[in-house]
């Protein structure tokens, strides 16, 4: 007996939207996987990844398809309305992980220069992004993750120095509204948590984000030089839980981080 096709959520991401479309005219034009790559230069396997949302593609591919399905060039329209500006909006490295992002049960973060990027507001990230405007609005789209509705919103645990609030990015205004958010976004999904000054701890080895998906699967992000790195090796996801977990013994309370938060606003940043 044939195994039934995995069910495709087509609202977890712009990858599994643009997939679960491919699927969907291969099967209305009658074709099965190997069929369709028969006749596009694309592995059989490939193409499952990309209808699973396992993989990104270029317009070529979404060329082909509407080529071989007779889709009136739906899939190339849907590509550019999908992915158009996503290399800009983000450096290669990092384009694949908004997506894990979105499918995303829970997400631990650990910033130690920077506040994250999807808890930034829109005035720091353009400091951050040298005004940048498609980067800055690829950046602060990212944020809807949190505050969606189907599928909910991942759980996301937060842990950054004090350090990072006392670092000036742009006019102390700025940095003010950007501390005042941070310590309101508290909610039972969002959690931030402050390691005070002079509390030693192992988080000096640069930014990391673990996401566990549906499933129990965990993807990492790690920055580095010259550039960031997705990883899922079971090895590396295990040493940066350990020391995510490590890292956070010596972080304060929510509760505790929000008043710390509030405090270093009225202190060091209120115009």
Known sequence: MPQRPKRLTPSRGPLDLFGSEVRRY???????LAQLADQIPFAASTIGDIELGKSSCDRVFAEQCDQVLDTREALAHLHDGLFDGRSAA???????????????????????????????????AEMLLYGDQEKVAGRI???????????????????????VLRSRIGTPSVMFTQLHHLADVASPTVSVQVIPDGEPHPGNSGAFMIATLPGGEHVAYTEGE????????????????????????HALPTSMSAALIREIAEEAWKP
């Open 141 to 163: 789209e990212r944020q809807a993750v949190l505050t969606r509705e189907d599928p909910p919103p991942p759980r996301l645990i937060y842990v950054l120095p004090e350090r």
């Open 226 to 249: 010259p550039h960031g790195t997705i990883r899922d090796g079971r090895a590396d996801i295990e040493k940066l839980f350990r020391r995510f977990t490590d890292i956070s013994t």
């Open 26 to 32: 291969r099967q209305l034009a009658g074709l099965s």
């Open 90 to 124: 983000f450096p290669k490295w990092f384009e694949d992980w908004p997506n894990i992002e979105g499918q995303a049960e829970v997400l631990r973060i650990y910033e130690p220069f920077v506040v994250t990027g999807l808890l930034q507001t829109p005035s720091v």
